[in-house]
């Protein structure tokens, strides 16, 4: 079973911020299969990313993802007051389990 | 428009039974693998269950093996989840969503609201 790691487990910064979240694997497995979402308080999760760089239909252009391997980065450019949220990675290859990490909250400073 | 929504949730004792569904619409139901993912209050996604289109492969997470059964009916467009033997910690919101695994997998790109399923006497 591959165990995703996210760090920071949150991240205080302010609108307007660039924000660098981390996700890594405790095995190596292809990047085609690492997906991103975001998560506001009350609300199902939302795909932002998939195949570890595709943005997601509708996601704005300042979400972008990179990594292979084991390491792997969502990075938001600019943080909008909406982008405030907890964000998990995801591996989802053809095999169980579709692991989760533990996710990383954005804090507005 | 590709909806999903989920019912059956509740209050249950420990050792009870429930059983959980999701009604999909928008997209060919049939031509999915569906999944169940929970979220207990406070804590991290959790991917529960899962079930191929054709109803007959199913996996599921260690945590619930033996005790949850995930089922679908494509004619009635629904997914299930026969939860028996639960316990305290199974309290959770349950998701329902839609991915792809056969060919060219896909991540669980829609999700339902979630069921809250809380589990007390």
């Known amino acids: 079973e591959i165990v995703l790691t996210q760090s920071p487990g949150t991240l205080s910064l302010s609108p307007g911020e660039r924000a660098t979240l981390s996700c890594r694997a405790s095995q190596s497995f292809s990047s085609s299969y690492l997906a991103w979402y975001q998560q506001k308080p009350g609300q199902a999760p939302r795909l932002l990313i998939h195949g570890a760089s595709s943005r997601a239909t509708g996601i704005p252009d300042r979400f972008s993802g990179s990594g292979s391997g084991t390491d792997f980065t969502l990075t938001i450019s600019r943080l909008e007051p909406e982008d405030f949220a907890v964000y998990y990675c995801?591996?989802?290859?053809?095999?169980?389990?579709?692991?989760f990490g533990q996710g990383t909250k954005v804090e507005i400073k | 428009e590709v909806q999903l929504l989920e019912s059956g949730g509740g209050l249950v004792q420990p050792g009870g039974s429930l059983r959980l569904s999701c009604a999909a619409s928008g997209f060919t139901f049939d031509t999915y693998a569906m999944t169940w993912v929970r979220q207990a209050p406070g804590k991290g996604l959790e991917w529960v269950s899962a079930?191929?289109?054709?109803?007959?492969?199913?996996y599921y997470a260690d945590s619930v093996k033996g005790r949850f059964t995930i089922s679908r009916d494509n004619s009635k467009n629904t997914l299930y989840l026969q939860m028996n033997s639960l316990r305290a910690e199974d309290t959770a919101v349950y998701y329902c969503a839609r991915f792809v695994i056969l060919g060219v997998p896909r991540p669980f790109a829609y999700w339902g609201q979630g069921t809250l399923v809380t589990v007390s006497s």
């Open positions: 079930i191929r289109a054709n109803g007959v492969n199913t």
């Open positions: 995801q591996q989802y290859g053809s095999s169980p389990p579709w692991t």
